[in-house]
């Protein structure tokens, strides 16, 4: 194996770790400050309904943007990993597999832009 | 959701990811009924649960796989490419079924998944892989640290393979299950990978299948952030002990209480 493929298995390693890390602060953060809160009956529980509360700037506990945004970033990990692994094959010029790589990404995107729509 | 639910279905998440990974299942397996059965968790909430935790599992056992260089990323990448398309099929298939259909379908499944244990069919004394012969880009090596060798080997009959993970993926949209069940066998036997390389090259495209399915669930509100959190967070800490513990405690000795365990929650799913 050359050091061109470990450079990019580290790249690879790299941004799953970070993501898993990032996610497991943020979701165990959110769970102790909503373990502390006590809950309304009717509450938004739904990742998508906070995000879109946020960033219209209406008061939303702490603890559940924590939560949202832990698994959103969870969510998302894969994904961040087919760009990198795309990236490592642009570098090492491997035509064939960043078209396969491309190809994930826009099925992704794809899914994305009609499961949001 | 009070403090009591939230420190149960972290527990359930902790004993979940624990049996999952002792036994070399993932974790959805056991938290689907968990969560079903005991915490009166609607089916669809359940799987897309699930589906965040498989991504959690996957994700951090593929960090340390592909960094040991048992991960074949370039198999991994091309089969993904099903993997996703089934993930998809299956996700919009869930999202138009009953809860009450698909509990009926995971329980189905739940007992295939404990007649296979039952048989206890193991493919390790089998080395069908092909070390020499013309070496394609999908060809992969890894140093195997118990046999202190170097593995190589080529990738055969890649169509079959590709049929069986399409199957894979659809299961993980569908059910919340990562797949692995069907992927390994299918590229250890079918298409000549060594177990290891397998294995890990499965759990490898786990995280991408799932979060395929998980984003069509996320759309439809079925993910509750007060059940993902502490079930996600419990079976990522649970998976980790398990592997601890799978090293000094003997599973296979385990392994017939939970096919009983497992085909009892399919039949109380089934009657539900």
């Known amino acids: ?117 | 959701m009070s403090a009591c639910p939230l420190i149960l279905t972290i527990l359930g998440g902790v004993a979940a990811g624990t049996l999952g990974a002792l036994l070399g299942l993932g974790g959805g397996v056991f938290l689907i009924p968990f969560l079903v059965l005991v915490l009166n968790v609607p089916m669809h909430q359940a799987i897309a649960t699930s589906i965040v935790a498989v991504i959690a599992t996957s994700s951090a056992g593929a960090a340390m796989n592909v960094e040991r260089g048992t991960v074949n990323i370039r198999l991994g990448m091309l089969l993904e490419i099903v993997t996703v398309l089934g993930a998809l099929a299956g996700g919009v298939t869930a999202s138009v079924l009953r809860g009450e259909v698909l509990a009926k379908i995971f329980a189905a499944l739940l007992l295939v998944i404990s007649g296979t244990m039952a048989v206890n069919r193991r493919f390790t004394s089998v080395h069908p892989y092909e070390p020499r012969g013309e070496r394609s880009r999908l060809a992969g090596e890894y140093y195997d640290e118990a046999a202190r060798e170097t593995v190589s080997y080529r990738v055969r009959n890649l169509p079959a393979t590709m049929a069986v993970s399409f199957v894979a993926g659809n299961i993980s949209g569908l059910l919340g299950l990562g797949g692995g069940i069907f992927k390994v066998p299918a590229m250890y036997l079918l298409s000549g990978i060594p177990m290891k390389a397998a294995a890990a090259t499965s759990n490898f495209m786990i995280g991408v299948t799932a979060a395929a399915g998980a984003f069509i669930y996320l759309s439809e509100g079925h993910l509750n952030v007060l059940v993902a959190a502490p079930a996600g967070l419990g079976v990522l800490a649970g998976s980790m002990l398990g592997v601890r513990l799978s090293r000094v405690l003997r599973a296979e000795s385990l392994k017939m209480v939970f096919v009983v365990v497992l085909a009892l929650a399919a039949f109380q799913l089934l009657i539900r």
Not at chain 1, 101 to 111: P, Y
Request: proline letters at 4%.
């Open chain 1, 1 to 117: 194996m050359n050091e061109q493929n470990r450079q990019a298995e580290r790249w690879i390693s790299f941004t799953l770790r970070i993501g898993v890390l990032t996610s497991a602060l943020l979701l165990g953060t959110g769970l102790v400050v909503e373990f502390l809160r006590p809950h309304a009956a009717n509450e938004v529980t739904d990742p998508l309904e906070i995000l879109r509360a946020v960033l219209s700037r209406e008061e939303t506990p702490p603890g559940m943007i924590l939560l949202s945004a832990g698994l959103l970033i969870l969510m998302f990990t894969p994904v961040v990993r087919v760009m990198t692994a795309l990236g490592t094959f642009m570098l090492e010029k491997d035509r064939a597999f960043s078209f396969v790589a491309i190809i994930v990404l826009v099925m992704f995107i794809l899914e994305l832009l009609i499961s949001l729509a």
